[in-house]
């Protein structure tokens, strides 16, 4: 009456009644879990690339103010050795200054100390050849040009 291929059919029928009724449903609930756990990780992807594009977006802003900040330093300080180095010419030229002030008032007196040689020399030699004159010629003579030569001194030194 039944032969073995109706028991093997009965058999598969009752097991994939049997898959159907406990196995499939606990398949589908593991579908239906990862499906839902992808999606959430999905979600959480997506919202950690926006936090990350925000992030990013921050920093640039964050670069650009530092490198805008340091070229706004560099030029700050290109100002402000460009003020020193002005300040330090100024003062140089003024030492400078004060240097050949004072080494024009030494050759000024080195000058006039060396005029005075010169004529203490000349007032020397002129005294020497009135005393050779005065013991060659008589005292009258003599006496006329002691107060010639005086007077010629005198004006000499003043």
Known sequence: MFDEKFWLALAFISFMLLL???????IADQLDAKIKQIAEELLAAKEAKE???KLLLDA?????????FSDKLIKDS??????????VQKS???EVAKKMDALNARIKNEEERAIREIKVGIINSAIKNIEANLQNS???KSNNLIKKA?????????
């Open 150 to 158: 005086a007077a010629d001194v005198s004006k000499l030194v003043h």
């Open 92 to 94: 140089a030229e003024a």
């Open 60 to 68: 640039e802003d964050k670069y650009q103010a530092a490198v805008d």
């Open 20 to 26: 159907a009724r406990f196995v499939f449903p606990l």
């Open 51 to 53: 936090k990350a594009k």
């Open 138 to 140: 008589d005292l009258a």
């Open 78 to 87: 290109a100002i402000e050795a460009q003020k020193f180095l002005l300040e």
